[in-house]
């Protein structure tokens, strides 16, 4: 069966990429691969018509500024063109992301993940960042969650840091999927994937930890929620934002008895570390 595949660049990189993602995803697009410039995107010919991207929203934000082309293609093998696109990472020289298909890693922490679809494979800005704040948080025994898990890698890197009571949450019933290939694949039995969006935390409460790396408006719409959820003292790790959505996203915060700790940065993308006061 032939492909339609769309070459989309992307400015500037980083959530753009999985926004875009996760809506093409809902329209019928199947694969995607990221290039230094933006994404490749696959959908079967029969699916495909000249109207399939009018109602993706990103295609009109100012917030970035995409275009495309696309062509017919013969159908594709995916592990090997993730074997030409996707290398692995290493997060501060402790903890590797890789595929299934990349060798063994050295690091005192590897993340395993099939990446077919490129969410959350650490290579952008903002999940490489919440990796990095995970190496530096105490996590053993700790109850956590991962809202807008993706590809689950942060929930895992958290079991692997020693959290013992871990959910992870998306709204994308391709990532619920996904994540629990992952969560076996890394043998995280304290993981549970569920489907769904802030209000399914209505019930769940005393988190030590919450990590949210999704995008600005959604995270000021949840930051109330994820306040409620957090036990006293508990950390809030929220990216998916510039570095001047900072003082936006504090205020929300500090609104709901979260401390602003600390920030990291990442070519303009930032990751937000916050306490709650008891």
């Known amino acids: 069966m032939n492909y339609i595949e769309y070459n989309f660049t992307i400015t500037p990189m980083g959530i753009a990429s999985e926004i875009l993602v996760a809506e093409l995803a809902e329209v019928g697009f199947e694969s995607f691969v990221d290039t230094d410039n933006g994404l490749l995107a696959y959908i079967q010919e029969p699916l495909w018509h000249t109207a399939i991207l009018n109602d993706i929203q990103i295609l009109q934000s100012d917030e970035f500024q995409i275009t495309y082309t696309f062509k017919t293609i013969e159908q594709v093998n995916w592990n090997e063109e993730w074997e030409k696109h996707f290398e692995p990472i290493i997060v501060d020289g402790l903890c590797t992301v890789r595929a299934t298909f990349h060798p063994a890693a050295s690091t005192p922490y590897e993340i395993v993940i099939d990446p077919k679809m490129s969410f959350g494979t650490g290579h952008h800005e903002t999940t490489y960042m919440m990796l990095q704040f995970l190496l530096n948080e105490e996590l053993t025994n700790k109850k956590v969650l991962d809202m ?77 929620q994820y306040a409620q959820s957090l036990k006293a003292d508990g950390t809030l790790l929220l990216s998916g934002f510039y570095e001047e959505d900072i003082p936006l996203i504090r205020e929300k915060a500090e609104a709901h008895s979260l401390q602003y700790v600390e920030n990291l940065e990442r070519n303009k993308w930032v990751a937000v570390k916050f306490k709650k006061q008891a």
């Open 148 to 224: 807008g898990c993706g590809t689950s890698v942060l929930a895992i890197m958290a079991a692997k840091r020693g959290a013992t009571d871990i959910t992870a949450i998306d709204v994308d019933e391709w990532c619920v999927e996904n994540s629990i290939e992952n969560v076996q694949r890394n043998g995280c039995e304290y993981i549970q994937v569920q489907l769904g969006d802030a209000s399914s935390l209505a019930n769940k409460k005393n988190f030590d930890l919450i990590i949210a790396n999704i995008n600005r408006n959604i995270l000021l719409a949840d930051i109330p």
